[in-house]
Nanobody, 125 residues
């Protein structure tokens, strides 16, 4: 069974960077994409980005384009979310999840089957 573990969360000042790793184990060939989602208090979980482990195709939500970058290290079975120019509204629990494929358009949580436990990111001065 596929297992995902996020790390790297913490407190960061506005404008600062943070990098979140998502380590995967127990891979199956059916699940080729890793997505990042976030959930702020009182809000629904929203898709942030996704990446295909083979080919490296990426997709980003409009509200993070130009600030966040997703990358992969296939040798380590790890996907990274590099977050730059962080804003207070980026404060949320960030989750990684696995799907069959990363498609263009809205990153739909219903397509993601396996989920990590999440890591808290707080952007505040």
């Amino acid at each position: 069974q596929l297992q995902l573990a996020e790390s790297g969360g913490g407190l960061v000042q506005p404008g600062g960077p943070l990098r979140l790793p998502c380590a995967a184990s127990g891979f199956t060939l059916d699940y080729n994409a890793i997505g990042w989602f976030r959930q702020a208090p009182g809000k629904s979980r929203e898709g942030v980005s996704c990446i295909n482990m083979s080919g490296g195709r990426t997709n980003y939500a409009d509200f993070v384009k130009g600030r966040f970058t997703s990358s992969r290290d296939n040798a380590k079975n790890t996907v990274y979310l590099q977050m730059n120019s962080l804003k207070p509204e980026d404060t949320a629990i960030y989750y990684c999840a696995a799907a069959i494929r990363c498609f263009a358009g809205t990153i739909n949580r219903n397509e993601y089957i396996y989920w990590g436990q999440g890591t808290q990111v707080t952007v505040s001065s």
